[in-house]
């Protein structure tokens, strides 16, 4: 063996386990998620609310080939960015519905506003993007917070709405009845106390999440990416009122009013409560019983049904996507209520209808 050969042999196993260069940080997103991307190109709406200018955004998505000549309006919910609605957006756009999807102001990449926001505030500002739009009548598909503002537009703006789909609702009861009132201070202190796989394990335990760990890795990079803007105290502050929001502001008392067609999608395993934290332990276990809940409430409204998807959680629209579209779209699609009566008896996999037939 030649002198070079040998030392080369003697190199060998440093090189070989020499340490990777250290990846460069990640560049935090903005307070707007500027740096996350959409499914779809994001337009902005100019507003006012309370007296200070804000921007809404949305996604307005054409539907695929000639189009139906409907609208679907999706409302999502507290915890993640619009575009966790990419599944439904192609179901619905696949089957003739032009789909918009805002960001509420406080949420995604729209404005944080410093203001406490409320549903009524949402509701107006989600029917001035829509006027905006020149668009008349929509269906509403929504989930867990957007449920709440469903309810509140469809009791305000009643004309607007012709049917609904509440995807694992929240505010389905009182939360006040179980919650003491938190101060925002506190608040503000445990969010911005919390880490990445703190959010991950409140995720997986509050919404017995079923898909894939890395596929809820994006709505979390989402939430915690923000820490390193500047203006992040700005969107911490503007998450906790929205919680003071669902505290203060329960729509239970308002679902049975609901005159609109109503379809409610609950996973089997949704137990999510916003708020169960901070209630007393000894009654913690009472709260989120929510497949009871929405049973209980499409009995008492005019057009109401319970629809109830095995193996899945709160994100019932990702943990079950074949068998949610399904049933979504045979609602929609029905000429009307009495028509759709017997949609749970399709095949298409395990659901169970638990409401009387209205």
């Keep these: 063996m030649s002198r070079l050969a040998f030392i080369a042999l003697l190199a060998a196993p440093f090189v070989a386990t020499a340490p990777a260069a250290t990846a460069a940080p990640k560049e935090p997103y903005g307070i707007g998620l500027e740096g996350f991307p959409y499914p779809h190109p994001v337009q902005f709406v100019s507003l006012t609310q309370d007296g200070e200018p804000v921007r809404m955004a949305y996604m307005d998505v054409p539907p695929k080939g000639s189009g139906n000549g409907r609208t679907a309006l999706l409302l999502h919910g507290r915890n993640f960015p619009s575009s966790y609605w990419q599944p439904v957006i192609e179901a619905l756009t696949r089957a003739g519905w032009r789909v918009v999807v805002p960001d509420q102001v406080g949420f995604g990449k729209s404005s944080k506003p410093a203001g406490l926001p409320s549903f009524d505030m949402l509701a107006r500002n989600t029917l001035a993007l829509l006027d905006q739009l020149k668009i008349g009548e929509v269906e509403i598909i929504a989930h867990s917070m957007g449920g709440m503002l469903a309810v509140r537009i469809a009791r305000t703006y009643p004309t607007r709405i012709h049917r609904m789909v509440l995807a694992a609702p929240i505010g389905l009861e009182d939360y006040r009845v179980y919650v003491p009132p938190v101060p925002t201070e506190t608040l503000l202190a445990h969010e911005d106390a919390l880490t990445p796989d703190g959010y991950r394990r409140q995720l997986m335990s509050a919404y017995a999440i079923k898909i894939a760990p890395d596929a809820i890795t994006p709505f979390i990079d989402a939430r915690m990416n923000i820490k390193g803007a500047a203006d992040y105290p700005r969107w911490l ?9 669902i505290y203060r502001e329960p729509v239970v008392h308002e679902i049975p009013l609901v005159t609109q067609p109503t379809l409610f999608i609950m996973g089997a395993e949704d137990h999510n409560a916003p708020g169960r934290p901070y209630a007393p332990e000894a009654i913690r276990d009472r709260m989120g019983d929510n497949t009871r809940h929405a049973q209980q409430l ?18 019932v629209f990702l943990d079950a996507t074949p068998r949610f579209n399904e049933l979504m779209l045979s609602f929609l699609q029905a000429p009307a209520w009495g028509a759709w009566r017997g949609v749970d008896e399709q095949p298409g996999g395990p659901s169970r209808s638990l409401n009387k037939e209205p």
């Excluded at 057009?303 to 193996?311: D, H, K, T, Y």
């Design 298 to 315: 499409a009995a008492k409204m005019s057009a109401g049904r319970v629809e109830v998807i095995e193996n899945a959680g709160h994100l």
């Design 237 to 245: 502050r503007a998450f906790v009122n929205s919680y003071q929001m």
